[in-house]
């Protein structure tokens, strides 16, 4: 608070009204109980009563609350999280699906990915696999703009009947800035008119070579449809994951990020989350983005109720007390009032940004232009 009144500041320090303005009377201050003091003045009132303070600014507020350091001792490895990119219609989500064996294609509206559906699947040797499937790149650019680092390997879908296209073109770029190591996946081969070749051909003028022509890509040809050669993806996948070592600290208050979120009609804001640090637990109280809230429950993509949700893996939050944005981060904090605070220090931030944009504009626009 940038300032408070005497009865505010005896009720912090659990000492009568009476007995602050005396103080005060002795510090040559005349001051009644209801009186606004500034932060100065209730500093030497405070060390009168032999209090020590340490003034939070907006800054300290905020780095309060960095997620806990690991030691190396500490870390265990985790499922990779891969993000599924691709130009339109390629077959990001059909990749996806016959990965998951379910129907996601089909229950779109017109078969085009309106969110980011986040899913971990197990393979046939269980182990866990995180899938992020992209609408765009919107969502993406915005995340990695925010310093949101949410994925470990990029699963690049190239359709073998069209090859590389502008949207192709851009994913290598995402995936290289935020060095991400690229798998790409040549799919819809079973077309009559699908020319692998082709593709590796294009993808040489962007610095991608594959094996056959010398280097070490990565490739792999499949078709979703048909559901050929996914094994092999799988396969891919894992080799990379496991060459990276991938680790997080499951025994601590969960970190993570903001996959998507939206406001539902009897279910309140709701977010997916990425956990990646610690483990999520209903009854948790965290910060994200310029909100809080206590973890009500923590859904899988199934629909199931977890009790805990550890590292790498995507949940459906419920508690929040209003939606974040796509890309805003997630602490676990000890307290109701600590989320309260860094949350309400972040939404005056933002109204304060937004201010000094000329007030127009979404908090969303906002927020990817941050
Ligand atoms: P957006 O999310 O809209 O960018 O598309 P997407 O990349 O997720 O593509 P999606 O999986 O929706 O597939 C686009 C179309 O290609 C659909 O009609 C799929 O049935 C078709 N398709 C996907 N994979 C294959 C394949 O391996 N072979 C054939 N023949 N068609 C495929
Ligand atoms: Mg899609």
Not at 136 to 162: E, N, Y
Request: charged residues 25%; hydrophobic residues 40%.
């Amino acid at each position: 608070p940038e300032a408070l009144t005497v009865g505010e500041l005896a009720n912090r320090m659990a000492v009568r009204g009476g007995d602050v303005v005396k103080a005060m009377m002795k510090m040559g201050v005349m001051a009644t109980i209801n009186q606004t003091i500034d932060a100065d003045t209730a500093e030497l009132v405070i060390e009168e009563f032999g209090h020590r303070i340490k003034r939070v600014s907006e800054t300290d507020v905020e780095d309060a609350i960095v997620p806990p350091q690991d030691v190396d001792a500490d870390l265990k490895p985790r499922p990779a999280v891969v993000t599924v990119m691709g130009h339109v219609d390629h077959g990001k989500t059909s990749v996806l699906d016959a990965l998951r064996k379910t129907e996601v294609v089909r229950g779109e509206a017109g078969g085009i990915t309106q969110h980011i559906g986040a899913y971990q699947v197990t393979t046939d040797n269980g182990q866990k696999i995180t899938f992020l499937d992209t609408p765009g790149h919107a969502a993406f650019t915005s995340m990695r703009s925010r310093g949101a680092k949410v994925t470990d390997i990029v699963v690049l879908v190239v359709a073998a009947d069209d090859s590389v296209m502008p949207q192709t073109v851009e994913a290598i770029h995402h995936a290289q800035a935020a060095g991400a190591p690229i798998i790409i996946a040549v799919n819809k081969i079973d077309k009559p008119d699908a020319d692998p070749s082709r593709v590796k051909q294009d993808l040489l003028q962007h610095n991608i070579v594959v094996e056959e022509m010398g280097g070490e890509q990565l490739v792999v040809e499949i078709s979703a449809l048909k559901g050929t050669n996914l094994d092999s993806l799988v396969e891919t996948i894992v080799l990379q994951a496991e060459l990276m070592d991938l680790k997080a600290n499951p025994d601590r208050t969960a970190n993570g990020t903001v996959i998507e979120a939206q406001l539902e009609q009897g279910r309140g804001a709701v977010a997916t989350v990425l956990v990646q640090g610690g483990t999520l637990k209903v009854g948790d109280i965290f910060v994200s983005g310029a909100t809080w809230g206590r973890v009500r429950a923590l859904v899988d993509e199934h629909g199931a109720r977890l009790d805990a949700a550890e590292p790498s893996r995507p949940v459906e939050v419920l508690g929040y007390q209003d939606a974040p944005s796509a890309g805003d981060d997630f602490i676990v904090v000890d307290s109701e009032s600590r989320a309260r605070e860094v949350a309400e220090v972040r939404a005056r931030r933002m109204k304060n940004h937004l201010a000094s944009q000329g007030g127009r504009g979404t908090l969303e626009q906002m927020l990817s232009a941050i």
